[in-house]
């Protein structure tokens, strides 16, 4: 059609040149004359002489734009037109210094510091993991964009998993530093971008996002042991838009100052020792952090953080220590399936045979169908100075726990507020338990209240279901609204309602009454 258009002796329009000039450039094919007359033609028209020659020169730019800059790597050594020759020749503790796009999987097999120029790119091109980190070596990769990689195979003595397809980016059996660096497009069974399997790696200053299978990083062991995994550090970076989740951990994880944001699947997965501190975990399909203490010593501490609007729940906890610092979980949706049912719980937080702490921290605006802002069984939960407000559910608006024991402790100026439920208990609802003992204590000390929540049932502030609930100090019930019975309290089933020696507090303006005892 180029070839037509190009022999044609007519004079060309305006339309002729606009439509026909795309398709004329990628031909190769320019003629002078042609376009001589398109530009003439141009101007009869009123076009600005410049601004046909800036459309010009855009096509023609445009015929080259696709070319990316030739592979260079230099060392002390010499000059390499792929990485991994530069590799090759290199000596333990060399620094190779890269520029261009080099394509290509790469071994490295020895110490070495690997710095990128400019907009450096490793692509793989689908033939493996782009970086490959060997055991017993130490590397430190720079300035860097890791792409096109579709992870190796690892020896099955190494493995504790059923894949045998790792580290889509980078494959890191050694340990390695990753900084300023970028991890995008790549793929596979597991660690679609990095695969730290029982290594040590250190990300900072960088981003691991848009990798379309196996998740962002994973941070696996190996064996003999196939316990407690390797050792992953990441500071000011971000973890975003991965499919199959941001972060899986069965190591030590320290997160830092980084975000782990609208990844498919969960946020962080952990069976192994996180500490999240100054970071935020949000907008992922899965669950925010989804935790369980499956190794000895295992638990999960969050620190100025921030865990919100993940549509699965906020954070999941599993036989561990939770505890929650100057943090936030909030705007949460959905909360987990619990106890082979289809019901949801915990929005904010659900924790199972878990001792939950939170100091000045806050949840709010969470939903889900039992404890919209926190589920727990079997275990203690103590918020200090805390707040848990603006939460709904159906039962536990609040609070919840569902037929089991649970210590639920209010200290110092810790308030359940403005949470909602659609049946029982507003602010704190313990569900009635199938055993004829009381199995639980609610227990409010200091300042702290439960005030301004709402049951369209019974329980506006606390449902009281054969537990035993105590106030102390100052603690406070009031401005809770039921629309049956126990606008404050509501007890049931035998429960107990008891004030501590010189409680000055109050129980009081509740709507349509303060206290119900069934």
């Known amino acids: 059609m180029g070839a037509e258009r190009h022999a044609d002796t007519r004079e060309p329009g305006v339309l002729d040149f606009l439509s026909v000039g795309g398709a004329w450039v990628r031909s190769g094919r320019m003629q002078g004359g042609w376009v001589m007359k398109a530009f003439n033609a141009l101007r009869r ?9 800036s459309a010009g020169l855009l096509l023609l730019m445009a015929s080259g734009a696709a070319a990316r800059p030739a592979c260079g790597v230099v060392s002390a050594g010499g000059s390499h037109d792929t990485l991994q020759a530069a590799v090759d020749a290199a000596t333990s503790g060399d620094t190779l210094k890269v520029k261009g796009t080099c394509y290509g999987a790469t071994t490295v097999d020895k110490s070495l510091t690997i710095v990128g120029r400019g907009q450096a790119t ?3 091109r689908n033939t493996g993991s782009v970086v490959k980190v060997d055991e017993g070596v130490t590397v430190a990769v720079t300035g860097l964009t890791i792409t096109g990689g579709t992870g190796s195979e690892v020896s099955a003595d190494l493995t504790c998993g059923d894949s045998n397809n790792y580290g889509g980016g980078i494959l890191n059996l050694g340990s390695l530093t990753l900084a300023r660096s970028t991890v995008t497009g790549n793929a596979a069974l597991r660690g679609g971008g990095i695969e730290n399997l029982a290594g040590s790696l250190v990300v900072t200053d960088s981003t691991v996002a848009d990798n379309k299978h196996g998740g962002g990083i994973v941070n696996s062991t190996s064996r003999p042991q196939c316990e407690l995994g390797g050792s992953l550090m990441i500071i000011n970076s971000t973890v975003r838009d991965n499919a199959g989740g941001g972060i899986v951990n069965s190591g030590l994880l320290t997160l830092t100052n980084s975000t782990v944001a609208d990844n498919s699947g969960v946020g962080i997965g952990n069976v192994g020792r996180p500490a999240v501190t100054n970071s935020t975990v949000s907008g992922n399909s899965g669950v925010g952090i989804e935790s369980t203490g499956f190794f000895s010593g295992g638990g999960l501490t969050l620190t100025n953080s921030t865990v919100a609007r993940n549509s699965r729940g906020g954070i999941t906890s599993n036989h561990e220590l ?6 936030s979980v909030t705007g949460n949706a959905g ?3 619990c106890c082979n049912t289809s019901y949801t719980v915990g929005g904010g937080i659900a924790s199972f045979e878990d001792e939950v702490t939170l ?5 709010t605006g969470n939903t889900a169908e039992y ?3 926190m589920w727990n069984v079997f275990e203690a939960v103590t918020l200090t100075n805390s707040t848990v407000a603006r939460n709904a559910a159906r039962y536990g608006g609040g609070i919840a726990d569902t037929n089991a024991p649970l210590r639920l402790i209010l200290n110092g100026s810790s308030s359940v507020s403005r949470n909602r439920a659609s049946v029982d208990g507003g602010g704190v609802w313990d569900e009635p338990p199938k055993l004829s003992a009381p199995d639980t204590r609610v227990i409010l000390n200091d300042s702290s209240s439960v005030t301004g929540n709402t049951a369209f049932g019974s329980g506006g502030g606390i449902y009281n279901g054969n537990g035993e609930l105590t106030l102390n ?6 401005r809770n609204e039921a629309s049956l019975h126990g606008g404050g ?3 049931a089933f035998g429960a107990t309602l008891s004030f501590g020696a010189g409680w000055a507090g109050t129980v009081s303006r509740n709507d349509p009454d303060d206290i119900f005892t069934e």
């Open 45 to 53: 028209v009123g076009v600005l002489v410049g601004t046909c020659v």
């Open 122 to 124: 490793l692509d793989g």
């Open 322 to 327: 939770l505890t929650l610092k100057n943090s």
């Open 335 to 337: 909360g987990r399936e």
């Open 359 to 363: 100091t000045n921290s806050t949840v």
């Open 371 to 373: 404890g919209g802002g």
């Open 473 to 478: 100090n100052s603690a406070s019930v009031t």
């Open 489 to 491: 309290i509501y007890n």
